[in-house]
């Protein structure tokens, strides 16, 4: 009997299975595709906790990529691991350093080299707090190796690992060291790392939990003497309970920080607005879009608050009333979509004290900006390759912020100098002419597309496109097709009305179709826009001896007579 219940059993689980599968099979094409882009950029933006999930819930669907999300796991539990033992590193770093600046007390030289060795080692919170270690007790310094919180702790991480706090363990009155969260007033809270922990001991007042179902959500709301709250992230959709746990924190009057973190959010919730005393609020790693107001029926309750972090979300902008939160010194909005023209927004709402934190859209193009002019024309492959760096950047920064203009503006010119740079390879390989124009005609025109995407009027553009132009009329030149070299030279100039060589190809045109009195005035103003008329003149009898020599213009009596009249008026 046992044994026909457990074939029963195990048939049932791989039918299931099965029907899963076949459930799952028509989303794996765009779900599995979006799931690994999201993990990807999770990733990227050292998420990693947020990689993890993705990678993890999608080994259970999606079939035809378990490769590349097996990969991307195994890439992310090595950057987890990193993190772990660097934090274990740093601790055995500053308790290894504390311990040789002890035993070199009697060489004042070497004490001030040794801490200096160690300051550059230490991790500093805030640019002050660091973990150090001694006689077998931790403590915190600043970089002057002062001490600021006591060396009474029997274990402690770094402030910071922890939402801003430090873990610690100090002795307690049953004999048992106690675990607690300290912040850098030097204030302990008592910790509970669970539920159960917390209705055994109603002491706690901080608890790092993650939620289940509705009793533990009841069982939070119950001890009143919270005033710490992390809620962590499960393998499960936590956004229900979450919200239905934001909803009653009203009723913990002592609450001064929350934290939901990656729990699936996808709205700014209501609850939170109702919050008195509440001090810092972390909603990172959620899928927030949008928050309408900070205001509830028209007042803000959030007189308090002093740090809101929202990093990782898909803001776009702040509503304006977040100018009502005068208490706010510290705000995170790094991995949102926010356009520098909504930061600078966003910035003039809020406190002028105020720390904000946000993706800057230009720091890394100009970083690339600044090599390309640094390597000017001496270097062409690499100055492809940095243009090419730059056009994939700004592509992703604009399907962030598509409403950027800057961006946009970037965007566009970073394409024409990465299409000017390919037809510059195509020319080194390819000479016949009519090959030549048409990879320039195709330049010309993919540029000029571009203003159809409402990109404004750029120097830059104009400038990529008279170059094509330039590059038309000298292969139609070589052809004698000086009526196509005319109109190519025209429409150059019409981008870039100052453009010297364009000049010279309008007028070698109109001199090739024997239109002399028009080529001669176009030749006299081209040398009369210039500064220095002389250099200008001995570049054109270089011109026309190369023409000449080439068989392109004839060396008639009449074009000998227009270069001396030429000479004479430039005189």
């Known amino acids: 009997m046992k044994y026909c219940l457990l074939l029963t059993f195990v048939w049932a689980f791989y039918d299931a299975a099965g029907q899963k599968r076949q459930q799952y099979q028509p989303y794996e094409d765009s779900t599995c595709a979006k799931m690994l882009a999201e993990a990807t ?42 993190q772990k033992q660097d934090a274990i590193d740093s601790q055995n770093a500053a308790k290894e350093a504390a311990i040789k600046i002890q035993l070199s007390r009697d060489s004042l030289k070497m004490v001030n080299l040794l801490k200096q060795k160690i300051v550059d080692a230490f991790y500093f919170y805030n640019n002050r707090y660091a973990l150090a270690f001694k006689q077998g007790r931790y403590g915190f310094v600043n970089m002057a190796g002062d001490t600021l919180i006591g060396y009474k702790f029997s274990e402690a991480t770094p402030f910071g690992q922890k939402y801003g706090y430090a873990q610690v363990k100090a002795d307690h009155i049953s004999g048992k060291a106690k675990e607690y969260l300290l912040d850098t007033t030097k204030a302990l809270y008592p910790l509970a790392r669970s539920i159960r922990q917390l209705t055994i001991d109603p002491t706690c007042e901080a608890l790092i939990t993650t939620l289940r179902n509705g009793a533990d959500v009841k069982n939070i709301i119950g001890n009143k003497q919270l005033k710490i709250l992390f809620v962590e992230p499960n393998y499960r959709d936590n956004s229900v309970l979450s919200r239905r746990l ?7 009057p002592q609450l001064e920080s929350v934290s939901f973190t990656n729990n699936g959010l996808t709205s700014f919730p209501r609850g939170f607005l109702e919050l008195d005393n509440v001090i810092t609020v972390n909603l990172s790693g959620n899928q927030i879009a949008e928050i309408a107001s900070f205001q509830v029926n028209g007042m803000c309750r959030l007189q308090k608050i002093a740090k809101l972090d929202l990093s990782n979300n898909q803001l776009r902008t702040l509503p304006e009333d977040v100018k009502m939160l005068t208490t706010l010194r510290y705000v995170n909005l790094e991995g949102n979509r926010i356009s520098t023209q909504e930061v600078a927004k966003i910035k003039s709402w809020l406190p002028k004290d105020c720390d904000i934190l946000f993706k800057d859209y230009q720091k890394f193009p100009q970083s690339i900006l600044t090599q390309v002019r640094q390597i000017g024309n001496s270097d062409n492959n690499k100055y492809i390759s940095l243009q090419r760096v730059l056009r994939d950047t700004l592509e992703k920064y604009h399907s962030e912020v598509p409403e950027d203009e800057e961006i946009n503006i970037a965007l566009a010119v970073a394409k024409a100098n990465v299409w000017w740079g390919e037809v510059l390879i195509k020319t080194r390989t390819v000479k016949d002419a009519d090959s030549l124009i048409a990879f320039n005609t195709r330049l010309r025109s993919d540029i000029m597309d571009l203003y159809e995407l409402d990109i404004p009027d750029n120097t830059e553009l104009n400038y990529r496109i008279a170059q094509a132009c330039q590059n038309i009329a000298d292969q139609y030149m070589l052809k004698k097709d000086f009526r196509r070299a005319e109109m190519a030279a025209a429409g150059g100039l019409e981008k870039d009305p100052l453009d010297n060589q364009l000049k010279i190809s309008l007028a070698h045109a109109l001199l090739g179709q024997n239109r002399l009195e028009e080529a001669k005035d176009a030749y006299i103003s081209f040398i009369g826009s210039s500064r220095n008329p002389r250099r200008q003149i001995a570049r054109l009898q270089m011109d026309f001896e190369k023409l000449f020599k080439e068989n392109i213009l004839p060396r008639t009596d009449e074009v000998k007579k227009m270069i001396e009249q030429i000479v004479a008026a430039s005189n």
Do not use: H, P, V
């Open 41 to 82: 950029i999770s990733f990227d933006s050292s998420n990693y906790t947020r990689a993890r999930d993705y990678c993890e819930a999608a080994l259970l669907i999606c079939n035809a990529k378990s490769t590349a999300f097996e990969a991307l796991l195994k890439r992310t539990n090595n950057a987890i691991d990193k």
């Open 246 to 252: 934001i909803g009653r924190l009203r009723l913990l």
